[in-house]
């Protein structure tokens, strides 16, 4: 199938244009001193303005013009060697045990295996293969091989069963659902919770505190208005097309998902496609750079209800880090949840900022943080991940069983 991506690609290029164009507009207003600023600059920023001032203006506007082609060449360029390139992914899935509606559950364990039940919960937003992408970068086969039994949620793309699905949905009865088909089949198990996923699996033993041994919450955001406040601004005015949308189509399209997600940095996606083509074609990195975009652009939309339970709720209200937030009727609280807990804490996280996600690593009582030199997704895939992040989850879920 022909790739897509870099989903939605039209407004990758609006956004590349738009930002490239505002050089070439401002300049001649730099230039005549209509363009101003009241903030204070620094050294640097200072040295660059004289530097501009001083400069031939004919040969200044050439030479952005010549760099905002390049850049443009170089973007699309990328583009083209992505879709173009033969990486596909092969791995065989793992046998489904488990399956209500969209939702199915994957069976990781090898058929001997006597270690620690794990059921590993992704957001609803993406799809569940992020923790096995290739042979060498799968957080689920590093863990069966050591022994553990893990069991990996997958919720696909939402049917007419999900249409009217909110939170309380998806936690107290799918989910909810799934850990008793893992109890029955190998015992009381840990839950490991990547990113929204991770807020589930909180709303998940907040529910059923006593069916489950422990906790992995890996890059799980908990104070929605950390770093600042200002995280919250902008959805007052998106709020409005987000109803509308929501409204119309019953859900949030994945691509609009994509938009909302870029928005904090519109560039990203132009800067890593211009990398990505300076690469090596055929080595490693490329490939592992074609599988992870080939997952973040297979994404799935939101239901109506979670839609407006998590953007307004979570992101607005801040109604998890006020521990003000509830799954049927249960507030989750994180100082009342005492089983073990690793949070792991990606340092260059721009999904989850860090100092969003260490709140919850200090609210649980028995909780302990594991700082990673990665970004949201780079930290599952990266040259160190097995080392970094692998072994050490690994490690604290293989004493979980001794600790009960």
């Known amino acids: 199938m022909p790739r897509q991506g870099p989903r939605p690609l039209p407004f990758h290029l609006l956004t590349q244009a738009t930002s490239l164009l505002s050089s070439l507009s401002a300049l001649p207003l730099w230039k005549s001193g209509s363009a101003s600023w009241s903030r204070h600059w620094s050294a640097e920023e200072s040295e660059l303005r004289a530097a501009i001032n001083r400069a031939d203006p004919a040969k200044l506007n050439q030479a952005l013009s010549d760099e905002t082609i390049r850049r443009v060449d170089s973007f699309l360029a990328g583009v083209k060697a992505y879709r173009d390139h033969p990486y596909r992914r092969t791995l065989e899935p793992m046998p489904v045990i488990w399956r209500q509606g969209s939702t199915r559950l994957f069976d990781y364990a090898a058929p001997d295996a006597k270690g620690t039940p794990v059921l590993v919960v992704p957001s609803l937003v993406n799809r569940s293969y992020v923790l096995d992408l290739t042979p060498k970068r799968s957080l689920m086969r590093h863990l069966a091989k050591k022994g553990l039994r893990p069991f ?20 107290g009865t799918r989910l909810s659902a799934a850990l ?42 908990w104070d929605f208005h950390r770093p600042t406040s200002l995280a919250a601004q902008p959805l007052s005015a998106l709020r409005e097309p987000i109803e509308h949308a929501i409204e119309r189509l019953g859900e949030l399209p994945g691509d609009m998902l994509q938009i909302l997600f870029a928005l904090p940095d519109p560039a990203a996606v132009e800067r890593k496609f211009r ?52 799954v049927a009727g249960v507030k989750v609280v994180p100082r009342q949840l005492r089983h073990p807990a690793l949070v792991v804490v990606p340092v260059r996280d721009r999904i989850v900022p860090a100092e969003s996600a260490r709140p919850l690593a200090d609210a649980l009582p028995n909780g302990r943080r594991l700082i990673i030199e990665g970004g949201h997704v780079g930290m599952l895939i990266g040259a160190r991940a097995v080392t970094e992040l692998y072994a050490p989850i690994a490690g604290f879920l293989g004493r979980m069983r001794k600790r009960e």
């Open 152 to 171: 990996l949620i997958d919720w696909g793309s939402p049917g007419e069963e999900e249409r009217g699905f909110g939170l309380d949905d998806y936690i």
């Open 275 to 326: 990398q990505f083509v300076r690469l090596n074609q055929s080595q490693a990195a490329a490939r592992r750079f074609v599988a992870l975009e080939d997952w973040v652009n297979d994404c799935v939309p939101l239901t109506a209800a979670v839609t407006r339970e998590t953007f307004f709720g979570w992101y607005g209200d801040n109604l998890p880090g006020r521990n003000q937030w509830s």
């Open 180 to 221: 008793d088909e893992v109890t029955a089949r190998a015992g009381k198990p840990a839950l490991l919770g990547y990113c929204m996923g991770g807020l589930l699996t909180l709303g998940l033993a907040a529910l059923r505190p006593d069916d489950v041994l422990g906790q992995v919450l890996m890059a799980v955001p």
